[in-house]
């Protein structure tokens, strides 16, 4: 009657294996509570944490933001001093439309200036015309000396023409003891001038004799 069946003790023991080992997962109720109000704080101390680096940046950030500044407080500075030697874009317009008006006003001023001359110029121009016209008139009076000694020439020429007897032609027949074939040659050498009369029965030629053959 004081005794249990082995199997079931066996079932007992391992019951209290399997319930002792969930015990091992397990910690106090007042554990828990401990544990959730720290977990509740931790939250807390999070949560402001969090608020405070909402409104804060890292160092690396701040250096490179401070580096920005200073490089755009450079730049404003170069630029400042560009712009002040420059001057406005409708200043620079102005100075632009009076620039080419200066050029058109150059442009037609020399193109008066092209067909005009220096008084000193025109004074020596003038004196050159001058000395010119004397020379002309010289010129004119010794080509009247020149004609009229060609004329005085051309008289005594005419005269001496008429006294000079040309020279006789000369008549060339070619050597040979028989005639060629197509006859005899006869070549007559006279001046360029000259008018040679011939006649071929023998007569005396001349200019009342001629018949106008020879």
Do not use: H
Request: one cysteine or more; charged letters at 35%; glycine letters at 8%.
């Amino acid at each position: 009657e004081g005794m249990v069946n082995k199997s079931e003790l066996d079932k007992s023991q391992d019951e209290i294996k399997r319930l002792s080992a969930l015990l091992e997962g397990m910690v106090s109720k007042s554990d828990l509570l401990t544990s959730q109000d720290d977990c509740g704080r931790l939250f807390s101390e999070v949560d402001r944490l969090k608020k405070l680096l909402e409104g804060m940046v890292s160092k690396v950030e701040l250096d490179k933001c401070q580096d920005e500044g200073k490089r755009l407080s450079g730049e404003v500075e170069r630029l400042t001093k560009l712009l002040e030697g420059m001057v406005a874009k409708a200043r620079l317009d102005e100075a632009t439309d009076a620039n080419a008006r200066l050029a058109s006003e150059v442009e037609r001023l020399k193109k008066l200036l092209e067909g005009m001359v220096a008084r000193s110029e025109l004074d020596r121009t003038l004196d050159e015309i001058e000395e010119l016209r004397r020379r002309l008139a010289q010129a004119q009076a010794a080509l009247e000396q020149l004609q009229g000694r060609l004329a005085v020439l051309e008289e005594e020429r005419d005269r001496l023409s008429s006294t000079i007897k040309p020279a006789p032609p000369v008549f060339k027949v070619p050597g040979g003891r028989t005639l060629p074939p197509g006859g005899l040659q006869l070549d007559i050498a006279a001046a360029a001038d000259a008018t040679v009369y011939y006649a071929l029965d023998g007569s005396d030629p001349g200019p009342e004799r001629c018949d106008g053959k020879g």
